[in-house]
């Protein structure tokens, strides 16, 4: 009776993380529709003064995706939990702020490198392999916060001390 309640109980909380993915997934594709078209219509429509359009929607762009590539390669890994017992809302909006985030980190890395405000990275001369080499840079940045947070943070001398402890109920809701 024990080993069929203890399977039961596993069937459940797989199922209801399960379930969870799903809705993070759902939010976290809604946002980056969002900020692909949103880019998109602004870019084409709108010149950013002394900004070049084609590498800060493409950064923008290249850090959303390469946030949602890190979520689905986690997923499909078997490593990605989340908190399923707190509604659907939640992992959707959890799932939303994602790709937010991956954008951000994106332009972050774009603005330092493209300032020489860090100078980690040799931009090259050439004009294509210059977009290329910020898309990169930008989807590694959207793919990888504690890189593009440790990356960020060494142009400054700050230290990259690891963070504090995560509560066991933190670390389960927590994304990226």
Sequence with gaps: MQRKL???HTY???????????YYFAGMMLSGF?????SFAIGANIDLWGIDNREFFG??????????VSVMARIGSGQFRLDYDV???YPIFLG??????????GLA??????SSLLDLFKLPTDANQRFYFLLVIAFLAGFSERWARDTLLS???ASTAPAPQKTAEATKAAVG
């Excluded at 939303?96 to 980190?105: D, H």
């Design 155 to 157: 142009f400054g001398g």
């Design 12 to 22: 459940y909380h797989q199922t209801a993380n399960g379930q969870a993915q799903l």
């Design 59 to 68: 950064c923008l762009t290249a850090g959303t995706i390469g946030a949602l």
């Design 87 to 89: 509604g659907r809302r």
């Design 109 to 114: 890395l774009y603005f330092a490198v493209t």
């Design 6 to 8: 203890k399977k039961t």
């Design 34 to 38: 969002v900020l692909a078209f949103g």
């Design 96 to 105: 939303a702020l994602r790709p937010v985030i991956g954008g951000i980190f």
